[in-house]
């Protein structure tokens, strides 16, 4: 087998400098890097990830936080989009799922004596004041990816809301509906999830258009625990939904699966979608055009490269010029909404 001191007489520098080069750290010219690497490739010579990791300090090692399940729409997107960056950046990509609040607890404490990585992508989580305190002392760089708060995370990166929710209370209003409502998931006992913010931005942005209390209604998520399944939550809620006194005739809805699954089960009960209840979802995922879904589009996979740009960044000890990103979301119009 090649070795360094091979790669070095035949680029004519030294064991050191051969080292530096090949793991892109010091000073060495562009020329002399570029000699050196064909050296290496000519005897077909790898540095060792761990010799190079030893040498440098780094693990080159990213670890992505996310809750359940790594292949649900969201968090696949998202780690794909900060593979693309990463990857090509000599960086592995290290997915962390965490099923209960035990799980997260063991590895944010586990955080300021952990040597195994350089960088950590928090997905969709809002953490407590105790991990915002151990995120601020660590000396590794974090990013929120989906965070509802700046608290703790050297960057975040999240849609507006906000934002979202005027563009759906706008449409419903502007199709005639006068008595409309929020549909939250059903609760998950463990973790504080991001999206649980978008029933109160509903409120704010159909009381800024007009609407009374009178007018609106909020289906509250009860704890998954109080399910044996998902479907079965799914009834109950459209239940509620239907014995409604003043029923709404337009729902906005936490996410796009909730939304899909409700629109089935309102159907099933009779309800015309949207003749009789309009449905507005979140997310766009890959099942809300099939089912006709009027829904706000967010792109997982470009939070995800962002994410990792963002960490990149930090992880070379750059300052970064917009550390908190605020992106968009699209409104996307489909057969579940439609004018009274």
């Known amino acids: 087998m090649a070795s360094l001191q091979d790669v070095a007489d035949l680029a004519g520098v030294s064991v050191s400098t051969v080292s530096r080069a090949l793991r892109g750290t010091g000073r060495v010219s562009e020329a002399t890097r570029n000699r050196i690497k064909q050296a290496a490739e000519s005897v077909h010579f790898t540095l ?3 010799a190079s ?6 693990t080159m090692r990213v670890s992505i936080v996310v809750i359940d399940r790594i292949n649900t729409w969201f968090n696949a997107s998202a780690i794909q989009g900060a593979y693309e960056v990463l990857e090509p ?8 799922v965490v099923s209960t609040s035990e799980d997260l607890d063991a590895f944010v404490r586990h955080l300021p004596g952990n040597r195994n990585l350089d960088g950590i992508i928090v997905v ?4 407590d004041d105790e991990y915002v305190r151990i995120l601020r002392d660590i000396t590794v760089p974090s990013v929120g990816l989906d965070a ?3 608290a703790g995370y050297s960057a975040t990166v999240r849609v507006d809301e906000q934002v ?8 419903l209003h502007s199709l005639g509906h006068r008595r409309i409502g929020f549909v939250e998931m059903p609760n998950n006992p463990d973790f504080l999830l991001s999206a649980k913010r978008r029933s109160g931005a509903f409120l704010r942005a159909a009381r800024d258009l007009g609407y009374n209390e009178f007018d609106l209604s909020v289906f509250e998520g009860q704890d998954f ?11 109950q809620t459209a239940s509620r939904i239907i014995a409604q006194f003043r029923r709404p005739t337009a729902l906005c809805v936490e996410i796009d699966d909730f939304a899909i699954a409700l629109q089935y089960a309102l159907r ?8 009789d209840i309009a449905l507005i979802g979140f997310d766009d995922n890959s099942r809300a055009e099939m089912a006709g879904l009027t829904t706000l589009r967010q792109d997982p996979h470009r939070m995800g490269q962002l994410a990792a740009e963002q960490i990149l960044q930090l992880m070379q000890g750059q300052v970064l010029a917009e550390p908190h990103q605020l992106l968009q979301t699209t409104l996307v119009t489909r057969q579940s909404t439609g004018a009274l």
Request: charged share 25%; hydrophobic share 35%; no cysteine.
């Open 124 to 127: 969709s989580i809002n953490l």
């Open 148 to 150: 509802r708060s700046r």
């Open 53 to 58: 990791s030893l040498a440098s300090g780094k």
């Open 225 to 235: 625990g109080h399910f044996r399944s998902f479907d079965e939550a799914v009834s």
């Open 89 to 96: 950046a000599g960086y592995d990509v290290v997915p962390r």
């Open 48 to 50: 060792s990830r761990s």
């Open 268 to 275: 099933k009960a009779g309800i015309r979608v949207p003749e």
């Open 164 to 171: 979202a929710m005027r563009q759906a209370v706008g449409l």
